[in-house]
């Protein structure tokens, strides 16, 4: 069953978006959506205690970015000690999804949303019971040798490091190991950005969640959709590079936004939506 993500005795959301501003006048077209493509970023996850990258709270406030490049990670064996360490003390690893996520479940079993584009590595969409997930930036719950690209469980490599290796190698080939994600320098992997645009042009709303939208390639898939003839709907806590292009700018915590959202496109039904052609 979905778990809910109101709590006992408080009040569910608005059917009729009054309660975000901009929603109720949007609502005559977002209930014509058939085919929503969600575009995830950081700051769907920040209520789940994981900091994104720009936000007020974010990891650029404390570390210097240059630290997270994959040159640095392959040239500075400190870069690498100091990442493990962080991995292993795993203070992210029992993050929960929060409402946001869940309210992106809710839309994709409504089969408004059958495919989500996620910039974030950390599993909550999946968690959450989503599926269908592209992960533009790769996935935290594998470590991969950057030589020969073989692919582990995480643990396994954690298990290394809790041994004693501090700066664990591939067996096979002496490569590096490195988690599975895509660092600032790395070039994504062509077939998921592929994916990415293919979906792009196939839907007739882009939400965007909790995205500045100014990691690129990633961004080119909300531009592609704009592009394409898509509505562009960006759910964010302060401003992103793409609010120029936006049909709908919804400002506000991604978990009540969201929430709102969903239950409000919902409250039109899903039977009979336009099956022509796209606006
Ligand atoms: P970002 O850090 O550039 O931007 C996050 C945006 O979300 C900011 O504008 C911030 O104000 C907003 N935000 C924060 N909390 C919010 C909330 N509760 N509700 C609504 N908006 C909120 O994030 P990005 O655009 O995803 O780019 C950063 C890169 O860092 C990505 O490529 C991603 O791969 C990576 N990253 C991932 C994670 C993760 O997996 N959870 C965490 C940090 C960084
Ligand atoms: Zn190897």
């Given at each position: 069953m979905e778990p809910s993500s109101t709590e006992a005795g408080t009040p569910g959301p608005g059917l009729d978006g009054a309660h975000v501003p901009g929603l109720a006048e949007a609502l005559p077209w977002l209930r014509l959506a058939r085919h929503i493509l969600v575009f995830t970023g950081a700051g769907i996850s920040t209520e789940s205690g994981i900091p994104d990258?720009?936000?007020?709270?974010?990891?650029w406030k404390t570390t210097d970015p240059q630290r997270y490049t994959i040159q640095s990670y392959v040239s500075d064996q400190s870069v690498r000690v100091e990442r493990w360490r962080a991995r292993l003390e795993g203070r992210f690893s029992d993050a929960q999804p929060n409402a946001a996520h869940l309210a992106v479940t809710r839309l994709q079993r409504a089969g408004l949303a059958p495919v989500v584009v996620t910039q974030n590595i950390d599993g909550l969409h999946q968690k959450a019971g989503t599926v269908n997930v592209i992960e533009l930036h790769g996935t935290s719950s594998e470590a991969m040798c950057l030589d020969c690209a073989r692919r582990m469980p995480m643990e396994v490599a954690l298990d290394r490091v809790r041994e004693g290796d501090e700066d664990p190698h591939c067996e096979l080939c002496g490569g590096l190991l490195k988690t599975a994600t895509i660092s600032f320098g790395q070039p994504l992997v062509a077939a998921d950005m592929d994916r990415g645009i293919d979906e792009a042009r196939r839907c007739d709303v882009c939400l965007t969640v909790g995205s500045t939208l100014s990691v690129w390639p990633a961004a080119a898939v909300p531009v592609e959709a704009a592009r394409h003839g898509a509505r562009l709907v960006i759910v964010n806590e302060g401003v992103t590079d793409l609010d120029g292009m936006a049909n709908l700018i919804l400002s506000g915590r991604a978990g009540m936004v969201m929430t709102e959202l969903v239950a409000a496109i919902l409250a039109g039904g899903t039977q009979g939506r336009i099956q022509g052609p796209r606006w």
């Open positions: 990258f720009r936000g007020p709270n974010g990891v």
